[in-house]
């Protein structure tokens, strides 16, 4: 049974940093697309950053230049170093896996891209 367990969530100040992680066992996601989305407030879940299996990084346009997205394979784990935040960063932050190996990288922004989810982290970010 494939899980996906996010940790790392919490409070912090605007402008602090927080570095959330996401545990993966059942199988390994080396070779596959790895995501983070996050749903604030009241809002649709919406693309946060992701990372190939070749190690390209996508992000949207909010958070370049603040969080970075990374991967230890050996740990089947993935990363979200989130700097410089913002009280719009806060939301529940899903961790998703693509179950196919080796997959293009068109569609990383997309929901359906994934096969497995988290149950999410909540980060809130006061001012």
């Known amino acids: 049974q494939v899980q996906l367990v996010e940790s790392g969530g919490g409070l912090v100040q605007a402008g602090g940093s927080l570095r959330l992680s996401c545990a993966a066992s059942g199988r390994t996601f080396s070779s596959h697309i790895m995501g983070w989305f996050r749903q604030p407030p009241g809002k649709e879940r919406e693309f946060v950053a992701a990372?190939?299996?070749?190690?390209?990084?996508y992000y949207t346009d909010s958070v370049k230049g603040r969080f970075t997205i990374s991967r230890d394979s050996g740990k089947n784990t993935v990363y979200l170093q989130m700097d410089s935040l913002k009280p719009e960063d806060t939301a529940v932050y899903y961790c998703?896996?693509?179950?196919?190996?080796?997959?293009?990288?068109?569609?990383?922004?997309?929901?359906?891209?994934?096969?497995?989810w988290g149950q999410g982290t909540q980060v809130t970010v006061s001012s």
């Open positions: 990372l190939s299996w070749s190690g390209r990084t």
């Open positions: 998703a896996a693509d179950g196919t190996s080796y997959n293009t990288g068109y569609y990383v922004r997309d929901e359906t891209t994934y096969d497995y």
